[in-house]
């Protein structure tokens, strides 16, 4: 599976959009991202996923440029319980390999 | 929907003891299961993929007469730490996957802190 590389920490303000990038420059066209976010403490949390188009769900939005070799998460309004480890992850689509290899993430704060 | 319990939270014991920590998925029927330990201020590290009916699949490093792994039901995987010893202390996290669809995201437990005294 492609690596991913994150910044390693983010600051954010409460009530502002948070958007956190994700650099996969090698992915391949088979490659879905997938985003994660690890609250202290706890299991990861599954935020969203796309191949090529943009996607948005009750928690997140996510964009991906057109040559997919790289993705921002957009959190539309961060709250102070979205303070986490964010992490973007890549994987063959319909392999049987399901296996998730897990970066060091971006840790974001979000500050009132 | 799509809830992973992940059963205890907490386990503290003395060295040499075997602990099973269980992984269900509660509204889903999770063909494959993964199990991940995690040590204080590092990134998830995949130990084994489990898998319903047959047997696990170790990574590399990871001692599979260490690690037992059952995955006896659609629903159920559990993880035994044999004779643990205080380098076996981690957080262990189970993720599972719902079968039949081979793009959906896995769905974490809120895993077990294992102490060993």
């Known amino acids: 599976d492609a690596k991913t590389t994150q910044p390693p920490s983010m600051d954010c303000a409460e009530g502002r959009a948070a958007n956190l990038p994700c650099n996969h420059s090698?992915?391949?066209?088979?490659?879905?991202v997938y985003w994660y976010r690890q609250i202290h403490s706890q299991g990861p949390q599954y935020i969203i996923h796309g191949l090529k188009n943009n996607e948005t769900n009750e928690m997140a939005s996510l964009i991906i440029t057109e040559d997919r070799k790289s993705s921002t998460l957009i959190l539309p309004h961060a709250t102070l319980r979205d303070t986490a480890v964010y992490y973007c992850i890549v994987r063959v689509a319909g392999s049987n390999d399901y296996k998730l290899s897990f970066g060091a993430g971006t840790t974001v704060t979000v500050r009132a | 929907g799509a809830v992973v319990s992940q059963h205890p939270s907490w386990v503290i014991c003395k060295s040499g003891t075997s602990v099973k920590i269980e992984c269900r998925s509660l509204?889903?029927?999770?063909?494959?299961m993964f199990w991940y330990r995690q040590f204080p201020k590092q990134s998830l590290m995949l130990m084994a993929t489990s898998n319903e009916g047959s047997k696990a699949t170790y990574e590399q490093g990871v001692e599979k007469d260490k690690f037992l792994i059952n995955h006896a039901s659609l629903t159920l995987s559990t993880l035994t730490v044999t004779s643990a010893h205080p380098e076996d202390s981690s957080f262990y996290i189970c993720?599972?996957?719902?079968?039949?669809?081979?793009?959906?995201?896995?769905?974490f437990g809120d895993g077990t802190r294992l102490s060993i005294l």
């Open positions: 090698t992915i391949s066209g088979n490659e879905y």
């Open positions: 993720s599972a996957r719902e079968a039949g669809y081979s793009n959906q995201p896995q769905h």
């Open positions: 509204d889903f029927q999770a063909t494959t």
